[in-house]
Every structure is written in structure tokens, then in C-alpha cells.
């Protein structure tokens, strides 16, 4: 099995900043994608950000400019810089990890965090 670890998420003011990470744990073999989803009170869970295992990166349009998704492969850890917060970024963050157990690329399944709560008001 695979253990998430989420970061506390916390009150940030309008403007303000906060990171977030995720680090994975368990019966790893490799890791493939890793990224963000979010999900505010009565919206269906969206996704944010994405990297791959080869690095590259995606974003959802309402943060793109402002958010920021790395890994660190030696420590199985996915981060998300949040910049410029808005109210309207209120939401639970949960992160995911794309893990394969074994060599096989069939064995690769996805992992969920428990979820952050991330509260962006002044």
C-alpha cells in the first residue's frame, strides 16, 4: 500500500501566499504523475495542477500564473506554490499520486490525500 502525507493548509489573507506537500510512502516502485485537485463547498472537485514524471506541467486556467506544482523524486514529494490568493481559491486540497508498485506498468494505481483545508478571506 501507499500512505499520502498532506501539509496543514491554514487562513491566508487575500494576495497572500501558502505551500502546500504531499509526500508519498509504502510499496513504491516508481512514481509517475503527481498533482493537485481541489473541491469548494457545494463545487465538484477540479482539478488544479499536474507534472508528470518527466517534469512537465499543467494547470487549470483559473490559477495558471499563480500557482506552481514541483516534485522531488528523492523524497516521492509533490509541492504546490500558491501565490496571489483569491477568495475564490477557498477550497480543500487534495494531492495525488500516479504510483507503480512493481515493475510492471500495469500494477501503477492512483492515491488520494486525506485533504487540506486552504481558506483564503481577510
Known amino acids: 500500500q501507499v500512505q499520502l502525507v498532506e501539509s496543514e493548509g491554514g487562513l491566508v489573507q487575500p494576495g497572500g501566499s501558502l505551500g502546500l506537500s504531499c509526500a508519498a510512502s509504502?510499496?513504491?516502485?516508481?512514481?509517475?504523475?503527481m498533482g493537485w485537485y481541489r473541491q469548494a463547498p457545494e463545487n465538484e472537485r477540479e482539478s488544479v495542477a499536474h507534472i508528470t514524471g518527466a517534469g512537465s506541467t499543467s494547470y487549470a486556467d483559473s490559477v495558471k500564473g499563480r500557482f506552481a506544482v514541483s516534485r522531488d523524486n528523492g523524497k516521492n514529494t509533490v509541492y504546490l506554490q500558491m501565490n496571489s490568493l483569491k477568495p475564490e481559491d477557498t477550497a480543500v486540497y487534495y494531492c495525488?499520486?500516479?504510483?507503480?508498485?512493481?515493475?510492471?506498468?500495469?500494477?501503477?494505481?492512483?492515491?488520494w490525500g486525506k485533504g487540506t483545508l486552504v481558506t483564503v478571506s481577510s
Open positions: 495525488y499520486v500516479v504510483v507503480q508498485t512493481t515493475t510492471a506498468v500495469s500494477s501503477a494505481k492512483t492515491y
Open positions: 509504502g510499496s513504491i516502485f516508481r512514481i509517475n504523475a
